[in-house]
């Protein structure tokens, strides 16, 4: 059963613990990058055969097999991404930056360019589960910021890939599919092979092996975060339904076995009640046996003495997705101050941020939130800045740039501003 804390009757590292993931796979990831930068696509074919249950015919998913895809996929799953597409797309389309230009007297011009990245790579992991709504949060914020090319790379189980998900990508743009997963499609997309174009930046979530290859690539492209297993927070008061609460931490319980579900309260009802209603549920679940590792072993309910202690806690904890299930939700909005995605209020569960409303669900785990952001347009975009300045701007400038270099010992620095003076030599 899931473990009840009283908070301040026991040992902060014990409440805040995360516990330990103890998979060091970085020799082993290492090994397959190197593989795949050696030998390309062969390595590639290799990997799916060994991991994927049969290498594919080919490596990229070919016109005719994503149109299959979407003729055979449910209508009513069409629809339901189509509208989700529309929704990701209002939401995403406020975080549009321009580029500014500021025009200053005396000859002098500054400015930001917006450009979006080139190319970008999007990883979809296969695992126990399709995950179709993943392309959509990782596709359509890159495409509304302008990149030329997003490839997407998925495990294809015995050289298939599902149909929702080839469906999904078709519906949010995607431009190339490839038949790919693990530690080698990240390493295919950062490196490049015969046929997988190298891309720019590689978002999306994965295992500890897609984890650890996203890391040792960064440098030679970009990423948006390293993720980790799933997690919710929900702060609630007595007045909650205890099976509505037990049924959100479920939601996330199901991902993974290490996936973490915790319940802050301040009714001690609650917390009891959550816990047996979380047993019951869980006789019924069909993703049984992996929720019950997350509630056993990284699940708690945390007693507090108010929902404002609640809110520290969570601020503490910096969860992934944060309920606050209370009546008034936006009284405690301005209490956040480390949370990926908040969902505010008693009618919205976290599953709607998973597929439907907008806002990504692309999130800082692990208490990340503490410094990141979820993903958004900004992630597909660089900034570059310029600068102008006439010979008379110059002229007044070059003297106190002068100054500042001198004092960092910098004299090349000093006699480039100075040599530009009419009557001035360094």
């Known amino acids: 059963m899931i473990r009840i804390m009283r908070y301040g009757e026991i040992p902060d590292e014990e409440i805040f613990f995360r516990g330990e993931i103890k998979n060091d796979v970085s020799g082993t990831v290492a090994d397959i990058i190197a593989a795949v930068r050696q030998k390309g696509d062969e390595a590639l074919m290799a990997y799916a055969a060994r991991f994927d249950g049969g290498a594919p015919q080919t490596l990229e998913v070919p016109e005719e097999e994503i149109q299959e895809a979407l003729e055979s996929t449910d209508p009513e799953l069409i629809s339901v991404m189509r509208q989700s597409v529309e929704n990701i797309r209002d939401y995403h389309s406020r975080q549009v930056r321009a580029s500014f ?6 000859g002098v011009v500054l400015g930001q360019k917006v450009i979006p990245i080139d190319t970008v790579g999007i990883y979809v992991p296969g695992g126990t589960a399709p ?4 392309v959509l949060m990782n ?7 302008g990149c030329r090319q997003v490839i997407m790379a998925t495990p294809a189980k015995a050289g298939r890939v599902d149909p929702s998900v080839l469906a999904a990508a078709r519906i949010a743009g995607v431009d190339r599919v490839f038949k790919m997963g693990g530690a080698q499609a990240i390493a295919a997309m950062a490196y490049g092979t015969q046929t997988v174009p190298r891309v720019d930046k590689i978002v999306g979530p994965g295992n500890a092996f897609v ?6 690539v960064f ?4 990423i948006e975060m390293i993720a980790g297993p799933s997690e919710i927070l929900i702060v609630a008061d007595g007045k909650s339904h205890p099976a509505w609460v037990a049924a959100d931490m479920l939601s996330q319980a199901e991902h993974d076995r290490i996936a973490a579900a915790v319940l802050v309260t301040d009714s001690p009802e609650l917390a009891q009640n959550v816990s ?3 047993e019951k549920q869980l006789s019924t679940l069909p993703r049984q046996e992996i929720a019950r590792a997350s509630i056993d072993n990284f699940g708690k309910i945390i007693v507090c003495d108010s929902l404002r202690a609640a809110m520290d806690v969570s601020n503490r904890i910096a969860p992934e997705h944060l309920e606050i299930c209370v009546d008034q939700p936006f009284d405690y909005l301005n ?3 480390n949370a990926g995605s908040v969902f505010l ?3 919205c569960p976290e599953a709607l941020g998973d597929y439907f409303s907008g806002p990504n669900h692309t999130l800082p785990t692990m208490g990340t939130a503490r410094f990141s952001s979820p993903l958004s347009v900004d992630d597909f975009v660089k900034k570059t800045q310029f600068s102008y300045y006439t010979a008379d701007a110059l002229n007044k400038a070059a003297q106190k740039v002068a100054v500042f270099a001198r004092a960092e010992s910098l004299e090349g620095h000093a006699r480039s501003a100075l040599s530009r003076l009419e009557e001035e030599t360094p």
């Not at 440098?219 to 970009?222: A, I, L, M, R």
């Open 101 to 106: 230009v500021i025009s200053e007297k005396d």
């Open 131 to 134: 995950l179709s709504s993943t």
């Open 139 to 145: 596709a359509v914020p890159a495409k509304l910021a």
């Open 211 to 216: 984890a650890e290859a996203k890391k040792q």
């Open 219 to 222: 440098g030679q492209v970009s």
């Open 276 to 278: 047996l209603e979380l």
């Open 335 to 337: 209490l956040v101050r």
């Open 345 to 347: 209020g008693r009618y």
